[in-house]
C-alpha cells in the first residue's frame, strides 16, 4: 500500500500561485509515472498533469497549459504541482495518483490516491 497526501492548497485570487505537493509513504513511486487529477463541485474528476517515471516526460490538460508545472523529487518521495496565473475555473480539489507504470497519462491507469488538497480562486 501507499500513502500520498496533499498539501499547498488554499484560497488565492485569479492571477496568483500555488505550489501543491504530494508526498509518498513509500519509495516504490519513484519507479512509476505520477499525476495530478481535479474535480470541481458537480464535475467529473479530470486530468490536470502527469509526470514519468524518470522525469523526462510530461503532459497537461490543455486548459492547464503554459500555467502549470508539474515536478517530481524521486528521493524525497515529492511531486509538485506549480500552479501560476490561476483563474476562478481552476477552483477544484486537486489529488495527486501513482500510476501503474512508467507512463501513464489516463486515469484508469492510476491506482493510489490521496485524500486531495482544496483549490479555491476568487475573480
Known amino acids: 500500500q501507499v500513502q500520498l497526501v496533499e498539501s499547498g492548497g488554499g484560497l488565492v485570487q485569479a492571477g496568483g500561485s500555488l505550489r501543491l505537493s504530494c508526498a509518498a509513504s513509500?519509495?516504490?513511486?519513484?519507479?512509476?509515472?505520477m499525476g495530478w487529477f481535479r474535480q470541481a463541485p458537480g464535475k467529473e474528476r479530470e486530468f490536470v498533469a502527469a509526470?514519468?517515471?524518470?522525469?523526462?516526460?510530461?503532459a497537461y490538460a490543455d486548459s492547464v497549459k503554459g500555467r502549470f508545472t508539474i515536478s517530481r523529487d524521486n528521493p524525497q518521495n515529492t511531486v509538485y504541482l506549480q500552479m501560476n496565473s490561476l483563474k476562478p475555473e481552476d477552483t477544484a480539489v486537486y489529488s495527486c495518483?501513482?500510476?501503474?507504470?512508467?507512463?501513464?497519462?489516463?486515469?484508469?491507469?492510476?491506482?493510489?490516491w490521496g485524500q486531495g488538497t482544496q483549490v479555491t480562486v476568487s475573480s
Open positions: 509526470i514519468s517515471q524518470s522525469g523526462s516526460s510530461t
Open positions: 495518483a501513482v500510476g501503474s507504470t512508467a507512463w501513464n497519462i489516463h486515469e484508469y491507469e492510476y491506482h493510489y
Open positions: 513509500r519509495r516504490a513511486i519513484s519507479w512509476y509515472s
